[in-house]
């Protein structure tokens, strides 16, 4: 809490005219216990409450202090000390309230509910020092408490004496002043520890009337020997007061004399203060302020989502600090600078930070449905509400979007209509729901009948039963708008009154089971007409789960709660609606039974179940933005966990039969009905916990949920057809309109979850996987899902416990061959795992069906792979050793998958020889005729469908394979595809141009004289053919010829064919690369260019006049270059 130095101004002054010090004398006995004696004390515990104390305590809870003392022109001391001892609040959990962020529950001292955190909370803390027996000097003058409270030494810490004092009003402490300097929102330990010790020990506490009734009973010499004493003790602190104000009190013109009277701090409060307990705003402003600035960090927004928690105890106890500190809140959150920040940027604000505003604006909700507010308190709401939801920066309710929906008070039954400008708001902001709640009122007979009665109708003479009032049961109905009827629950709730909440939420899932019931009855009785028609008439565009008031899990949590016992037990309040709108009052009356809401062996548990499961079910379109979206997946995960702690037992299965029941049969208004538009929320979640939960109960019933709930009409094309034969008709509620599912990830995870679910469920029954495929494959739009189903199938097909499921192996086979056309024709980062993987899946299908599987693969490979996959993994694999000794294959079951597997590779090497070729070489080496195909093939696609790499490749292989003549041909083929130019001296195909004219000299003179002038055609770079050239000159051809016959070994001569062809165009590569590269040449390459003219002198002297060509070579560059003079001098230098 933020201590103040001071207390406050007194508002009131205190003057008793014709009451004078005598008339006093002897009325009270000065140091009295508050209390009075112990024996008294005693005495009045055993014995009956005196009239005095019944009276005293009733006025000290209601009536201000000022007003009885001008109600009565005297007031009897006993009287007065009597009102001014009950006066002090009697309950601790206020106190624990205004001192913690929990009380965790409705007991009387409070609990922290903050874990291991809870000793270092003021309010524990406070009950250690009053335990201890830290509190001493305790005095109550009037309405004001003082004390000191010892702080013990720690080792970090020198102990701590603390002054204390506390003011209060009507059971409320209304101020509180500490010297220890503690800056909070709430009380400290040490405030806590004296209030305490008032509440606990009373009869300890020495207890005067105000002061100013003791200056009363002074005279003249009293009063002035009081005065001088005082200023004595206190001549530092008070003199220079004293001073100005006896200046003042002899001055007849001052102010000070121009009023009646005096202020006392100690004489309670005027009737014109608020009777409320003390919040310290400036302290709930920086708090808030301080978290907003941390951006989440730090624990923030649970700090923040903390302060909400505590609005809602202030509420709950309906304490007016909770519209207050709301207000505050509201204020710093409407000035944080981020808002601004965010519109300008045109970005959106963080989830955790959007949830604080939700929860915001759903708080204002329950402030303005406030049962017993006062017209006035309302319409200062209202002005406060229409002032921030006019900032240009106030969110807006569905995050981002601007959004179109109708005022929520347009259909209910009672109140005025809303203002003209709320039929369609264009911006809904967080905050106007809110605003459109103040129309509400809670002056409705029959709605004031639902929250007031207890059982069924005792005036239903009144009214027809078959009216829309009341059920066949005479149960009553209220038909609102359900959002805004939950609104009305929620509020009940938060304000205290848990069982007119119960009553109307009962009222609300009857009228919720009776509508459901009507829409199932008119479907039944038109299906025909609307399966043909193709069109729904939902409307509901604002659907219950993840709406931004909740009303499902409001629902579920009145119900729940009340069947747990949560809410406060013991004597319920009731709402007393008579007299004026804001004189709702509550009157004590025992607590109810639940059981008269209920139908026989019906609980609040399943109703609270039955709820959920209504409003899961519900069709419903999804919204518009991201956030409006994530929120409605969020909501209906929240709801589905909460269903999974109610234990399922035999009633609760029985209501979740009839509802799956009802919502396959429902039609529109059902998310799981036949009549499904592309727009609707999908029910994939709640489906699969719908699945496990039926499975074990009714298994026929639980796939044909979980089935139907596979859809994704989104994904659909948009023109499908109505197929009457389907149980799934897809129809648009909205025309043209477009969407954008920023969730649709998540929501194909969501079908795919669902769908693994039933895999799961169905291994060992081949007719329901046939099934559960059939869906998948006509549902699961998404390759990456179908391929991580088909893996998750062969998983449960092939666990190590048990034999292999067949089927299951079939499905997931299935699975993968449809993963393998989605994917062939687009692409995927996954693609070459996904192709392994069914070639592994396909060996697993069993003996008998292993062979089968394998061969229709590669029969039907190119509507399922590449060339290049179907040869380098498909057919590889079904041919490697490894798999023959895995699968136990016998001779015949191998010939037949390699014939397929060698059928295959020739195929996909007409298709693609680029990439194939050289495989299926390699796959049909056991089979002459095959692999003569194959070779045929290369030739016939090496002039136009192959480069050089890959006809290098390929005559390499054939080299290998000991076919060189044919490696020799193809090498000729990858020749005259080549184009070297001068400067290439490292370009990768050097090796192979090397690499072929060595093995055509190998091969013999011929050769070797017709692939030279291809090489001299192909080949531009002087040192590659100066290299060729005297690899040529060291070994005569045909020195390994064919068969190994030895050659003569006589070399060939350079000045004849085919090396002089060959010397030519080499010395002519010298020449023409050493003026290409003077024309550019700088002197930094000067060295370098030497070294290049002599390799090129070396090449030059194999010529029999080659020092003559040489020289005449140099003169010229001389000449010609001259004007590089420093390079020149280096060519002289080395050359001559």
Not at 282 to 299: I, M, R, T, W
Not at 762 to 789: C, Y
Not at 868 to 879: I, L, P
Not at 1084 to 1102: G, P, Q
């Amino acid at each position: 809490m933020a201590e103040r130095a001071q207390q406050p101004p007194a508002k009131r002054l205190c003057c008793r005219p014709g009451h004078n010090a005598a008339c006093r004398q002897g009325q009270r006995a000065a140091g009295a216990p508050c209390g009075g004696s112990a024996s008294a004390e005693s005495g009045r515990k055993q014995n009956p409450e005196s009239l005095l104390d019944i009276a005293a305590r009733r006025v000290a809870e209601k009536w201000p202090f000022q007003r009885v003392e001008e109600r009565f022109e005297r007031i009897p001391e006993p009287v007065q000390r009597r009102i001014v001892y009950w006066s002090f609040p009697r309950s601790e959990r206020e106190i624990c309230m205004y001192s913690s962020f929990n009380t965790g529950g409705g007991d009387e001292v409070g609990s922290s509910g903050e874990g291991s955190d809870e000793t270092r909370l003021p309010f524990r803390r406070g009950i250690a020092l009053l335990e201890i027996g830290c509190v001493d000097n305790v005095l109550q003058v009037g309405f004001h408490l003082s004390g000191t409270v010892r702080e013990p030494a720690t080792p970090s810490d020198p102990e701590l004496l603390c002054n204390v004092s506390v003011s209060f009003d009507r059971c409320k402490i209304t101020a509180v002043t500490c010297s220890c300097g503690n800056k909070d929102i709430f009380y400290c330990a040490h405030v806590v520890a004296l209030s305490l010790h008032r509440v606990r020990k009373p009869e300890q506490v020495k207890l005067r009337l105000p002061i100013s009734e003791t200056l009363f009973q002074m005279n003249r010499d009293q009063l002035q020997k009081f005065v001088q004493y005082l200023i004595t003790v206190h001549h530092t602190e008070v003199l220079p007061t004293a001073q100005k104000l006896a200046d003042e009190i002899l001055s007849q013109n001052s102010e000070i004399n121009q009023v009646h009277g005096a202020p006392d701090p100690t004489a309670g409060a005027s009737v014109d203060d608020d009777n409320c307990w003390h919040l310290d705003e400036e302290q709930v402003q920086e708090q808030v302020k301080l978290f907003l600035s941390q951006g989440g960090y730090h624990g923030s927004g649970k700090q923040l989502s903390l302060l909400f928690s505590k609005v809602r105890e202030m509420l709950k106890m309906r304490d007016s600090n909770g519209a207050r500190m709301l207000t505050l809140i509201t204020e710093q959150f409407m000035g944080d600078p981020r808002l601004a920040l965010w519109r300008q940027q045109g970005t959106t604000m963080t989830d955790k930070y959007r949830q604080l505003w939700d929860e915001l604006g759903a708080l204002w909700m329950c402030i303005v449905l406030n049962p017993h507010y006062k017209p006035e308190q309302k319409g200062f709401w209202l002005r406060q509400l229409r002032r921030w939801n006019g900032v240009d920066v106030c969110p807006l309710e569905d995050g981002n979007q601007v959004s179109e929906l109708t005022n929520l008070t347009n259909a209910l039954p009672q109140g005025p209509p809303g203002h003209p400008d709320s039929l369609t708001r264009p911006h809904r902001t967080v905050f106007t729901r809110a605003i459109e709640a103040c129309d509400l009122h809670w002056q409705d007979p029959h709605l004031q009948h639902i929250i007031t009665e207890d059982h069924r109708s005792n005036y239903c003479h009144h009214y027809n039963l078959d009216s829309s009032l009341f059920d066949a049961r005479g149960w009553p109905l209220w038909h609102e708008h359900v959002p805004t009827a939950c609104a009305r629950v929620d509020a009940l709730r938060s304000h205290g009154y848990p069982k007119e909440a119960l009553r109307l939420a009962v009222a609300v899932v009857n009228t919720l089971r009776r509508q459901q019931q009507k829409q199932l009855e008119f479907f039944r009785a038109h299906r025909k007409e609307l399966l043909l028609k193709g069109v729904t008439s939902v409307t509901n565009l604002e659907g219950w789960v993840g709406h931004p008031l909740d009303p499902i899990g409001t629902l579920f949590s009145t119900l729940v709660e009340a069947g747990r016992g949560g809410e406060d037990g013991g004597a319920a309040a009731q709402l007393d609606f008579s007299g004026s709108p804001g004189s709702g009052r509550r009157t004590e009356r025992p607590a109810f039974p639940p059981r008269r809401f209920l139908e026989e062996g019906e609980s609040l548990a399943s109703l609270a179940a039955e709820t959920a499961l209504i409003g899961l079910g519900q069709q419903r379109a999804m919204p518009d933005g991201l956030y409006a979206q994530e929120k409605v997946c969020r909501n209906e995960e929240q709801l589905l966990a909460r269903l999974q702690e109610v234990e399922l037992e035999d009633s609760l299965v029985k209501i979740f039969r009839k509802q799956a029941v009802i919502l396959l049969e429902a039609g529109p208004s059902s998310g799981l009905g036949e009549l499904l538009y592309r727009e609707s929320v999908p029910m994939h979640t709640f489906a699969k916990y719908l699945f496990t939960s039926l499975l074990p109960h009714d298994v026929e019933l639980a796939y044909k949920l979980a089935l139907r709930a596979m859809r994704l009409p989104v994904l659909e094309p948009t023109g499908a057809s109505a197929d009457l034969s389907r149980p799934h008709h897809m129809a648009s509620a909205v025309p043209n309109r477009l969407p954008r599912w920023f969730t649709l990830s998540h929501i194909e995870t969501q079908q795919c979850e669902l769908a693994s679910t039933m895999l799961t469920a169905a291994k060992g029954d081949a007719r329901k996987l046939e099934t559960v495929l059939e869906s998948i494959q006509k549902n699961i739009h998404s390759a990456s899902h179908i391929f991580k189903l088909a893996q998750d199938a062969f998983k449960i097909a092939t666990l190590m416990d048990s034999l292999p499921d067949i089927t299951l192996l079939k499905v997931s086979l299935e699975l993968g061959l449809q993963v393998m056309r989605m994917t062939l024709s687009t692409l995927n980062w996954r693609r070459r795992e996904m192709v392994r993987w069914l070639v592994t899946c396909a060996t697993e299908a069993g003996e008998s069906r292993v062979v089968f599987a394998l061969d229709s693969i590669m029969q039907s490979w190119f509507t399922l792979f590449t060339p290049t996959e179907a040869t380098s993994v498909v057919a590889s694999a079904v041919m490697s050793n490894g798999t023959i000794v895995r699968l136990h294959l016998d001779c015949h079951q191998q010939e037949n998958l390699a014939n397929s597997a060698r059928t295959l590779a020739l195929q996909c090497a007409v298709k693609d020889p680029q990439n194939c070729a050289l495989s299926a070489l390699t796959l049909c080496e056991k089979d002459h005729i095959a692999f003569e195909t194959a070779y045929q093939i290369v030739l016939d696609a090496a002039a136009t469908g192959m480069n050089y790499t890959q006809l290098f490749t390929i005559a390499r292989y054939m080299e290998h394979r000991g076919y060189p003549m044919r490696a020799y041909k193809l090498a000729t083929l990858a020749m005259t595809h080549l184009n070297l130019s001068y400067n290439q001296d490292t370009h990768p195909a050097i090796n192979d141009v090397l690499w072929a004219c060595a093995l055509s000299q190998s091969l013999g003179k011929n050769e070797l004289a017709s692939v030279i002038p291809l090489v001299v055609k192909s080949v531009k770079c002087a040192t590659v053919l100066s290299d060729i050239l005297r690899r040529c000159t060291l070994t005569a051809p045909g020195m390994v010829a064919l068969h190994s016959r030895r050659n003569s070994g006589k070399l060939m001569p350079l000045d004849k064919a085919p090396l002089r062809q060959l010397l030519d165009a080499t010395i002519g590569a010298y020449i023409n690369t050493t003026h290409s590269r003077l024309t550019h040449i700088s002197p930094r390459h000067y060295s370098e260019f030497i070294e290049f003219l002599s390799k090129a002198r070396e090449t030059f002297l194999m010529a029999h006049d080659g020092h003559i060509q040489f020289t005449q070579f140099i003169d010229n560059l001389k000449q010609i270059y001259k004007g590089k003079k420093k390079l020149m001098m280096l060519v002289r230098e080395r050359f001559g």
